[in-house]
């Protein structure tokens, strides 16, 4: 066997050196592993801050949940639970609180950049309700406070009194204008003023202007990255 190794040995010596047709190894990513071993009542506030980040870092982009569902429910009941190999029990528990605890919800009604068309049917945008005179480089939302359901409610009780109201106190749209990282709050609790950011001239209230430009003044540009950045939102 000696003999026959050096002989090869000295063939492939001879051969001449051709290109490495193997790809270049990927880059090695750093993996972080948590073990769910701890009841979340009994972390300090720190650790329960920690692990709601953890967890909601571990969900799939809104559209990927939105394109599963979708998918799912062309042959059988759509649940994000059967999604297993993505979203974990403990990740899906917190979206569902987050979700159910909600008090209010933003209602698109423009249509925002590189929306084609046939998403812009599916998504059932209400283009009807949009603002006038408001610049094209903003994409509106309209917020409601409650459930859609009983927003309908209350819409159809409202029809309903139209011819009731008195026209001294018309119903008119107003604009509010906040730093972008207050409207996480602002969507979970309402608008409130019990804490004072841009002074009160008038007094104790939650301010609004019929123009446009005199809220943008106080929609300060996002310095942080709170909203995801496939929004790429910078006002609000």
């Known amino acids: 066997m000696a003999p026959s190794l050096g002989s090869s040995t000295a063939n492939m010596s001879t051969v001449p050196a051709t ?3 193997t790809p270049p190894p990927t880059p090695i990513i750093a993996v972080k592993l948590a073990i769910y071993n701890q009841n979340f009542d009994d972390l300090d506030d720190i ?22 569902l979708l998918q799912q429910g062309r042959s059988s009941e759509p649940s994000l639970k059967t999604w297993k190999d993505r979203i974990s029990p403990a990740a899906l528990g ?9 008090r209010s919800c933003l209602v698109q009604v423009d249509k925002c950049p590189g929306q084609d068309e046939t998403e812009l049917a599916m998504s059932k945008i209400r283009l009807d ?28 009780a409202l029809r309903a009194q139209q011819a009731n109201f008195d026209a001294r106190y018309p119903t008119i749209f107003a604009f509010h204008g906040s730093p972008l990282p207050n409207w996480h709050s602002i969507i979970r609790s309402g608008l409130d003023f019990k804490e004072v950011s841009h ?21 300060m540009p996002n310095q942080v990255r709170f909203f995801h950045p496939t929004y790429n939102l910078s006002r609000c």
């Open 94 to 102: 917190m979206l569902r609180w987050i979700i159910a605890s909600n």
């Open 199 to 219: 002074g009160r001239a008038y007094g104790n209230g939650v301010y609004h202007a019929q123009d446009q430009n005199t809220s943008v003044g106080y929609a």
């Open 47 to 68: 650790g329960k801050a920690e692990s709601i980040v953890l967890l909601l870092e571990t969900l799939p982009p809104v559209k990927e949940m939105r394109a599963y």
């Open 129 to 156: 309700q949009r603002v006038s005179n408001v610049a094209d480089n903003w994409v509106q939302f309209r917020f409601a406070q409650g459930s859609p359901d009983k927003e309908q409610r209350f819409l159809d």
């Open 19 to 21: 290109p490495a047709t």
